[in-house]
Each structure stands twice: as structure tokens, then as C-alpha cells.
């Protein structure tokens, strides 16, 4: 199951969905929300997604991991809007025959959504804000919400 | 002539001042045009990446896409990535 959505996460309800008596294996990731970054004390965190292409997305990466390691079971929740630090920002949950297939097709889940999914992480500080992978560039127009 | 939406999100829409603009290009345009005329009509757009990461109707595409009458196409900016 595929699910994108602004409110709390239940990773262990999540956890359930995947769990089968076929299954020999569960492997859950929880993304959480970090209280620093490069050194910046992180006051929260705002996710932002083109929705219907994040979703599209993220079935294309559940079809893929069926393909590849014949995982049948496997649920994806990301959840955008603004989130505390410590946090549940995703979670990934994998029901496999074997663990190994299980470990590897999570991973590979995890690296994909980072690599592929239009969503974006934006951290906000004290003094500032940023977006996740535009580091390098201004921030912020006309000085507005603080310098970057 | 035809007209296309081009959708903004995460830093380049805070760059912009605005999450979509309507834009006329000519019949036979291109990603690659529409690539170019954003960049002039939003200076502020960071250089990198380099040609920008576009999706049309919710899928990404390449350069040489050509582009159709009413086509929903967004700028992608960089995906967190995160460290591992």
C-alpha cells in the first residue's frame, strides 16, 4: 500500500499490514526528524509534495521491488506538511519469505523515494532556513524569513 | 501557439513568488524551450542542475520532450537525498 498524507504516522499499524504467514521476515525503516543539520540546532521540518507524481512514484518503486525480489507485501507512507523534530516523517515496511530479500528490497525502497520522489524537506532554524539538496544556492528573497 | 501550466514547488517556488505560471510557447516546442524561457522569465532560478529536471504530466522526461496544448509541467527541484 502507497500512502501520502499530512497526518501522524502509525508505523506499527503499518508494520501489521505487511505481516502474512507466508512471510518469514518483516523489515520496517522509520525516517525521523533530526533536531540538527550541519551543525544547526532544527526547530521543525516542512515537507512539501507534488502529490498525484510522489504517489505515481512511489507505486513505480513498489512494482520494482516486486519485480526484483518478489515482495508481496509492502507498505510506503510518507507524510508531508510541517513535522516536529523526532518526528515520523516515512515509513517502509517489507513482509519477505527470507530477511535478505526483505533487508534489500527496504533499502533499495528508501534510497529510491530520496532519489526519486518529488518531495522536498525543508529545515527551518533559528536564523534561518534551508531546502534539503539546494544548499548551495540563496534561500530567501528580499531578506524575508531570515538569511539563508 | 499553445499554452501549457508550469507547476513550482520547494525552493523554486519561493524563488518565483508563485507556485504556477501559464506559459505560451510555440507549436513543436520542446522541454528544452520551455527550459529556457523559464529561466528567462525567472532569473533567480539556481544554474544547477543543469538542464533542469522536468516532468509533464507527471512523469519525468527528457530534454527533447515535445510539449502539447494543456500538458501540466513542473520543475523539479533536487530531491533531499539525505545522507546515509
Known amino acids: 500500500m502507497i500512502l501520502l498524507t499530512e497526518e501522524e504516522l502509525n508505523p506499527e499499524a503499518l508494520t501489521e499490514k505487511v505481516r502474512h504467514t507466508s512471510n518469514g521476515a518483516v523489515v520496517t525503516f522509520l525516517g525521523t526528524t533530526r533536531d540538527h543539520s550541519e551543525g544547526r540546532a532544527v526547530r521543525y521540518l516542512e515537507y512539501e509534495a507534488y502529490a498525484p507524481m510522489a504517489e505515481r512514484e512511489l507505486k513505480r518503486i513498489a512494482a520494482q521491488v516486486q519485480q526484483r525480489w518478489g515482495i508481496r507485501h509492502l507498505a510506503i507512507a510518507h507524510r508531508f506538511g510541517r513535522l516536529e523534530v523526532g518526528e515520523v516523517s516515512l515509513v517502509v515496511a517489507v513482509g519477505s519469505e527470507h530477511r535478505a530479500e526483505g533487508f534489500a528490497a527496504c533499502q533499495y525502497v528508501v534510497d529510491r523515494i530520496k532519489e526519486a520522489v518529488p518531495i522536498w524537506k525543508k529545515e527551518v532554524f533559528e536564523d534561518g532556513e534551508v531546502w534539503v539538496g539546494m544548499e548551495g544556492q540563496p534561500q530567501t528573497i528580499q531578506g524575508e524569513r531570515g538569511r539563508p | ?84
Open chain 2, 1 to 84: 501557439m499553445m499554452r501549457v501550466i508550469v507547476k513550482l514547488f520547494a525552493l523554486y517556488r519561493d524563488l518565483a513568488g508563485t507556485a504556477e505560471v501559464s506559459l505560451e510557447l510555440a507549436a513543436g516546442a520542446t522541454v528544452a524551450d520551455l527550459g529556457r524561457e523559464m529561466r528567462r522569465r525567472l532569473p533567480r532560478l539556481p544554474r544547477e542542475p543543469y538542464p533542469l529536471v522536468v516532468a509533464v504530466n507527471q512523469e519525468y522526461v527528457d530534454d527533447e520532450h515535445l510539449l502539447h496544448d494543456g500538458d501540466e509541467v513542473a520543475l523539479i527541484p533536487p530531491v533531499s537525498g539525505g545522507g546515509r
